[in-house]
């Protein structure tokens, strides 16, 4: 949206699939379940693709790989390019069939807000203790004439302390004094809804929680993630998520094909499956709301998800949790932060979980 309000917190696309044994412990104490089945090959083809990437990806319009399976259910290796005009991509590595993919650029979601799913209103402010899956971000996130935000995705728990968990473009990206004077900082609050849905008029919007040191996952680590300490009474305890309820407080592996679904602040409830799984994306980000490039980062390992027709997520759904899709209780399976008009990323929710020593809140 190119008045006023500009929605500049976006959402996200790969994933990887540590490919594990039925159950494993991952950081926090946190249970996390693998994957009931791993077609033969796959293995084998995740090592072809890393050894390709880097090659692959020295050519301008490839954007990212990661492994898929054909029709057949046999390991494909994917090519992820800006357009159709890419030429020279193999049509075979190692005895891996090569699949090219036109998605585009991989992005943090940016682009004009539109309508919940549902019929019930992610943008709206809520009345307190709030569910999640709801707008939200930086109270201060506006600069060079616009506003940001993105998505309030879920509830953490370290120790005995709940935190909001959303992306780092969401929540600590302004690492500039630029066009606001202002630096996201701990300390400062986390609102609900975010600026992008109050007419950037933070007045209109409430606390719900505040910034922390070590909050932001970026630029070192493979994870676009941030959490924020919750103010006492101001979201609920459970980690209610709008429209999908109590979750699990354990986590499952994704798995090529895997039903998932996710509550966002744009988009909604929506539905999806994982298509692609161990990729390789880059992604710039920027120093602050509509501000210059800041960085380029490198994501490996990562979850892919259809998104055609942007269906799945949109710009502002930036930190919005991915969960199997069943009807009670759902297991996360990644924390969605970028993509493209046909494919979503999201970092495994094992390595978001593990870079804080956090735990889901859940049932």
Same mark, same amino acid.
């Given at each position: 949206m190119m008045n006023k309000v500009m929605n500049m917190k976006k959402l996200t696309i790969t994933a990887v699939i540590a490919l594990i044994a039925a159950l494993i412990f991952l950081g926090g104490g946190q249970l996390l379940a693998g994957p009931p089945d791993v077609p033969p090959g796959l293995e084998i083809a995740m090592e072809v693709q890393e050894a390709h990437t880097p090659a692959l990806m020295e050519d301008p319009g490839v954007v990212g790989t990661a492994v898929g399976l054909n029709a057949e259910g046999e390991p494909v290796i994917q090519? *992820? /390019?800006?357009?159709?005009? /890419? &030429?020279?991509i193999p049509r075979n590595l190692e005895g891996f069939d090569v699949v090219? !993919?036109? %998605?585009? &650029?991989i992005v943090p979601f940016k682009g004009s807000p539109g309508g919940g799913g549902g019929g019930v209103s992610h943008k709206a402010i809520q009345t307190t203790p709030i569910q999640l899956g709801t707008s939200g971000g930086w109270r201060y996130d506006l600069a060079n004439g616009y506003c940001c935000g993105g998505t309030l995705g879920s509830l953490v728990r370290i120790g005995t302390t709940q935190y909001i968990l959303s992306n780092y473009h969401v929540l600590y990206a302004d690492i500039v004094n630029g066009g606001n004077n202002t630096i996201a900082q701990a300390g400062d609050p986390v609102i609900q809804p975010g600026l992008i849905d109050v007419g950037c008029d933070q007045n209109d919007a409430q606390n719900v929680a505040t910034l922390v040191t070590g909050g932001g996952s970026l630029p070192g680590s493979n994870v676009d993630a941030a959490i924020a300490q919750v103010i006492t009474g101001k979201v609920r305890t459970d980690g209610a998520i709008l429209?999908?309820? =109590?979750?699990?407080?354990? =986590?499952?592996?994704?798995?090529? +094909?895997?039903?998932? !679904? !996710?509550?966002?602040?744009?988009?909604? *409830? %929506? &539905?999806?499956?994982? +298509?692609g799984f161990n990729a390789t994306v880059s992604v710039a980000y920027d120093n602050e709301c509509a501000g210059g490039a800041a960085f380029t980062k490198t994501f490996t390992g990562q979850i892919l998800v259809n998104n055609r027709g942007s269906k799945f997520i949109a710009g502002g759904d930036s930190g919005s949790l991915m969960v199997e899709d069943v009807n009670t209780n759902p297991k996360a399976v990644g924390l969605l932060y970028a993509g493209s008009s046909t494919i979503a990323v999201a970092n495994p929710i094992g390595q978001v979980l593990s870079f804080f020593g956090a735990s889901m809140v859940g049932q």
């Open positions: 090519v *992820l /390019v800006e357009s159709a005009d /890419v &030429r020279g090219v !993919k036109v %998605t585009g &650029r429209e999908i309820g =109590t979750i699990s407080s354990t =986590t499952i592996v994704a798995s090529i +094909n895997q039903a998932v !679904k !996710k509550s966002g602040r744009t988009t909604g *409830l %929506t &539905r999806s499956y994982v +298509n």
